[in-house]
């Protein structure tokens, strides 16, 4: 039987990616993920002032800009430190921020949720409901944007993160506030997102106990359990995390095996017919993202799900959701202990490293994010930005298909398959930095 | 009446202005006066490939991100040919942002070829004469939520928008950042902050903010509703000017230890005298932490 290539254009991501499916024998076979403009950061950023990619590199992504700018400063950071100049932060700085970025990965959860994954999935199958979602989507998003904007100025494109800390200087009235737009999105996750108290709902271990989870994340499950697509999407059940977190440790799970990582071992090569680069580990692909920290971070339920589902479309939309309720304990919890009576930035301003070599791992809303700048006279020579979406959606290499290829591949529809595409979060704009 | 379509197109971008306009509390009230005919993320009367392929309906056209005549195709379409197709049919165009207004980071890739829609930096475009009655400019890198609900309701509410000469509202762009930023007494009496993470001092004079010259109504229309760069002590980086982004950004560029650039407006000369004066004091509660000096 002769193959069949259909071209599809995708919207509705961040930004636009175009499919190229091959069919065979009414199965998908392969596809090939393209993406539009290469816009060149990395390029802008060379002979600029090192500290500029603290302004610039956020540019990248508008919805992850945030993670961009916490890579920025830590691959300085950690240049400063190779160069025999540790720079300690205080707990005051760290806590500020992780609440930031915890606020930032809450945000594109919830926008992922409400904006794509709840309305593709009931036109997918035929169920639109008349919900106005974006409504929820960005009532959530803005109230805790306006959290983490009471200590970064703004959101998104903040650059308030610099060399030894955070430019900004709280007082207990930014932290009241910030306490209680955090408290307000619990109230919401709690009667809208899962209609159960958020205590109860992380206190959930078991598949079993999942059809308590009400609201829209119950209606979730429930649409994709009932309509046959737990199982469906599955990969190469090999995850990666770089980046430290309060999500997770950093490390590799291959099934459930966990060992750990260096970033030193990631390659970045060119691909045929796609201005993003493709990214792999030791030669082998792995999936990053929520998934792969609840795999690596041995988060009961998600490693529960995975038992049964595998690396499913299931589990990869529960993970992703559920770092939604841990990220709000976890953000609750950060801002009842931050101590502001630390400084906010220990770095002598008159401290400026002429030459140095770093790299910056933050983990991001879609995975890890990793950020390399080299820098000869003060400014940049090199810098070299790999980006989480460029994991999860490369083609692949000679002896196995890429991550979100592999999910696809055996689907006999390109509607069914390009649900399965959205799951991964995809954002163009990180892939074609 | 009819409520008038809006279509929202992106061009070279990051998709800020997308989220950042996201962020508006009071997002589909706003909305709520138009017809979506397509945006980015929210549900429109047409798909994305409809745009392409047929001839929606637009009144007012958004655009995001800089522009280049070739080489950015969308489903096979040149994106340069379907702004310039809506821009003719449309009766207002806003530019979202540094990058649609004057080019903003990514014309620094390929500056010949990549530029904004109307103007090129400061420069007027060959599409300018075409464009001009009806365009409306919104730098900032991103869009302030805010200013374009501005712009949005102001056209719904049939109401003419005044406009200075780069085709920036003036009720937005007559403000500079340093107008109500929380440091204004720091900068009155020439009193630098020491390092970051203060919130005394002022960030002109060593930190690099050039919120003194930089127009936009930043700490007058708070972001997120709540706060600013300079509130949180960040320097302004100038997002909305023509000029961004520059080099060197966290750090003034002095002439004899005096700012290379002065405030907007003011003469070299009045600035020095002015500083001469508040210089030759020394006020104890500028050397004391703000919350100390009354215990």
């Known amino acids: 039987m002769k193959s069949l290539k259909i071209k599809q254009l995708i919207e509705k991501i961040e930004g636009e990616a175009e499919l190229d499916f091959t069919f065979h024998e009414g199965k998908i076979e392969d596809v090939k993920i393209n993406f539009g403009f290469y816009r060149g950061i990395e390029e802008i950023l060379q002979g600029k002032d090192a500290r500029d990619a603290l302004v610039i590199t956020p540019r990248v992504c508008g919805i992850c800009n945030h993670a961009h700018l916490l890579s920025a400063v830590r691959a300085i950071e950690n240049g400063y430190e190779n160069a025999g100049h540790k720079i300690e932060l205080t707990s005051k700085a760290k806590d500020i921020r992780e609440f930031t970025l915890a606020c930032e990965l809450i945000q594109n959860h919830i926008k992922w949720l409400y904006m794509t994954i709840l309305p593709q999935l009931e036109s997918y199958l035929d169920s639109k409901s008349e919900e106005n979602y974006a409504i929820k989507a960005t009532y959530l998003s803005s109230t805790i944007t306006k959290a983490l904007a009471i200590f970064a100025g703004q959101w998104p494109h903040s650059s308030y993160a610099v060399p030894g800390g955070v430019t900004c200087d709280p007082t207990h009235l930014d932290v009241m506030q910030a306490q209680s737009l955090v408290d307000e999105s619990i109230k919401f996750f709690e009667q809208v997102v899962t209609e159960l108290p958020l205590d109860e709902y992380l206190n959930i271990e078991f598949c079993a106990d999942l059809h308590h989870v009400g609201g829209d994340f119950g209606k979730l499950l429930h649409l994709i359990g009932s309509s046959g697509m737990s199982e469906i999407g599955r990969s190469h059940d090999r995850f990666i995390v770089f980046g430290d977190c309060m999500l997770s440790p950093s490390g590799k799970s291959i099934v459930t095996k966990i060992a750990n990582v260096d970033s030193k071992y990631v390659k970045e090569s060119a691909q045929k017919g796609t201005v993003a680069k493709a990214v792999m580990?030791?030669?082998?692909?792995?999936?990053?993202?929520?998934?792969?920290?609840?795999?690596?971070?041995?988060?009961?339920?998600?490693?529960?799900?995975?038992?049964?589902?595998?690396?499913?479309?299931?589990?990869?939309?529960?993970?992703?959701?559920?770092?939604?309720?841990?990220?709000?304990?976890?953000?609750?919890?950060?801002?009842?202990?931050?101590?502001?009576?630390?400084?906010?930035?220990?770095?002598?301003?008159?401290?400026?490293?002429?030459?140095?070599?770093?790299?910056?791992?933050?983990?991001?809303?879609?995975?890890?994010?990793?950020?390399?700048?080299?820098?000869?006279?003060?400014?940049?020579?090199?810098?070299?930005?790999?980006?989480?979406?460029?994991?999860?959606?490369?083609?692949?290499?000679?002896?196995?298909?890429?991550?979100?290829?592999?999910?696809?591949?055996?689907?006999?529809?390109?509607?069914?398959?390009?649900?399965?595409?959205?799951?991964?979060?995809?954002?163009?704009?990180?892939?074609?930095? | 009446m009819e409520k008038p379509h809006l279509l929202w197109l992106q061009s070279i971008t990051c998709n800020g202005n997308t989220h950042s306009f996201l962020n508006h509390p009071d997002l589909f009230s706003i909305l709520s006066h138009y017809n979506i005919v397509h945006h980015p993320a929210l549900d429109?009367?047409?798909?994305?490939?409809?745009?392409?392929?047929?001839?929606?309906?637009?009144?007012?056209?958004?655009?995001?991100?800089?522009?280049?005549?070739?080489?950015?195709?969308?489903?096979?379409?040149?994106?340069?040919?379907?702004?310039?197709?809506?821009?003719?049919?449309?009766?207002?165009?806003?530019?979202?942002?540094?990058?649609?207004?004057?080019?903003?980071?990514?014309?620094?890739?390929?500056?010949?070829?990549?530029?904004?829609?109307?103007?090129?930096?400061?420069?007027k475009s060959i599409r300018y004469d075409a464009y001009a009655s009806k365009l409306i400019s919104l730098p900032g890198c991103p869009v302030h939520p805010k200013w374009l609900s501005y712009v949005l309701l102001m056209l719904a509410n049939g109401k003419q928008i005044p406009i200075d000469n780069l085709h920036r509202p003036t009720e937005l762009f007559g403000y500079t950042v340093h107008n109500g930023c929380t440091r204004n007494e720091y900068f009155e009496w020439k009193i630098d902050a020491d390092n970051y993470g203060l919130k005394e001092g002022c960030l002109f004079y060593a930190q690099g903010c050039q919120g003194p010259y930089t127009r936009g109504s930043c700490n007058k229309i708070l972001w997120n509703d709540i706060s600013s760069k300079t509130r949180a002590g960040t320097p302004c980086f100038g997002c909305t000017e023509a000029s961004f982004p520059q080099t060197s950004l966290f750090q003034t560029k002095t002439n004899m230890g005096i700012p290379a650039k002065m405030p907007l407006g003011i003469p070299k000369r009045a600035y020095l005298s002015l500083t001469g004066v508040t210089k030759s004091f020394k006020i104890k509660r500028f050397s004391t932490r703000l919350l100390e000096y009354d215990k």
């Open chain 2, 44 to 123: 429109g009367s047409h798909s994305f490939d409809d745009v392409l392929k047929d001839d929606v309906p637009c009144d007012v056209l958004i655009l995001e991100g800089s522009f280049i005549e070739k080489g950015f195709l969308k489903g096979g379409v040149e994106v340069s040919f379907i702004l310039e197709k809506y821009a003719k049919k449309a009766k207002y165009i806003i530019t979202a942002g540094t990058c649609a207004t004057f080019g903003g980071v990514f014309k620094q890739k390929d500056p010949s070829n990549i530029s904004g829609f109307c103007f090129d930096l400061e420069e």
């Open chain 1, 281 to 433: 580990y030791k030669e082998r692909l792995y999936e990053v993202g929520p998934l792969a920290r609840g795999m690596v971070g041995k988060r009961t339920i998600v490693k529960n799900l995975h038992k049964r589902y595998k690396d499913s479309l299931l589990t990869r939309v529960f993970a992703r959701v559920h770092e939604v309720a841990t990220l709000l304990d976890h953000a609750k919890t950060l801002l009842k202990n931050l101590n502001l009576e630390e400084s906010s930035c220990t770095l002598d301003p008159h401290m400026l490293l002429q030459d140095f070599e770093g790299t910056g791992i933050v983990e991001a809303a879609r995975g890890s994010l990793i950020h390399k700048t080299t820098v000869k006279d003060g400014l940049i020579v090199n810098y070299e930005i790999i980006t989480p979406t460029q994991w999860n959606l490369s083609h692949g290499n000679d002896d196995e298909q890429g991550i979100a290829v592999e999910a696809m591949k055996g689907s006999k529809n390109i509607e069914e398959a390009t649900f399965i595409f959205r799951t991964f979060d995809v954002c163009s704009v990180c892939t074609t930095q």
